[in-house]
Nanobody, 121 residues
């Protein structure tokens, strides 16, 4: 069974940057698409970025141009670089194996503990 361990969150001021990491085990990482989701208090979990097994990427409009998803298949790790952070980016961030296609992605519903990102002055 897939295991996911997210890290790298923290408290950052508006305009700041963070890089999240997600270590993945239990699957053949290199042939799976991966996504980053986030869930803010009182809101549903939303998909913010996807990277295909071939390296293609897709982003939610709310993070396009500010966030960059990447992967290292040698380390079985997926990253999310977040720049120009805003208070509305505050959420718990999770990674997941994703299936589907642009506009219709879905998680395999296995989740790690997540990592808290708080953007506040």
């Amino acid at each position: 069974q897939v295991q996911l361990v997210e890290s790298g969150g923290g408290l950052v001021q508006p305009g700041g940057s963070l890089r999240l990491s997600c270590a993945v085990s239990g699957i053949r990482f290199s042939i799976n698409s991966m996504g980053w989701y986030r869930q803010a208090p009182g809101k549903e979990r939303e998909l913010v970025a996807v990277i295909g097994y071939g390296g293609s990427t897709n982003y939610a409009d709310s993070v396009k141009g500010r966030f960059t998803i990447s992967r290292d298949n040698n380390k079985n790790t997926v990253y999310l670089r977040m720049n120009s952070l805003k208070p509305e980016d505050t959420a718990v961030y999770y990674c997941s194996v994703v299936y589907g296609y642009t506009g219709n992605y879905y998680s395999d519903d296995n989740w790690g503990q997540g990592t808290q990102v708080t953007v506040s002055s």
